[in-house]
């Protein structure tokens, strides 16, 4: 994986960091109050190095860049009682449009992907919501 993104612009070249793309996507996760938690693909929260800001939940972001577009694909833990659906459907919107702003065009596609819900335990789950560029 590369550390940059590169984009080309009307404007010129654009050069999107996979840091600058992570904290997006933990931003969108931390305006949920507690009820969502990124994880890695077999359900594990990241480690005491994401507590330190060292890129653990960025690792956990499958970004692909193509000619078309950007490609994300984020995996989850949502507590127990949360709304799936609305929580993954704000997350989608807040990531697309702060991607349109970074980019100047929303994501190709941004798959969540709900690898479990927590309550006292992790009930493993394999749930994917697919949201596409001008697919509303």
Not at 98 to 125: D, F, K, Y
Request: charge should be negative; avoid cysteine; charged fraction near 25%.
């Amino acid at each position: 994986m590369t550390d940059t993104i590169r984009k080309d612009s009307p404007l010129g070249e654009i050069n999107i960091s996979r840091e600058a793309i992570g904290q997006i996507v933990q931003a969108a996760a931390a305006a949920h109050d507690g009820k969502v938690y990124l994880a890695n693909r077999r359900g594990r929260t990241p480690g005491a190095a994401a507590a330190f800001g060292v890129g653990d939940d960025i690792d956990n972001i499958d970004i692909e860049v193509t000619g078309e577009g950007v490609t994300l694909t984020v995996y989850l833990i949502v507590r127990f009682g949360a709304s799936i659906r609305e929580v993954t459907t704000a997350m989608q919107k807040q990531i697309a449009e702060q991607m349109e702003i970074l980019t100047g065009e929303p994501p190709l596609r941004i798959t969540l992907v709900v690898v479990g819900t927590l309550s006292r335990q992790i009930a493993r789950r394999h749930i994917e919501v697919v949201w596409e560029r001008g697919a509303q």
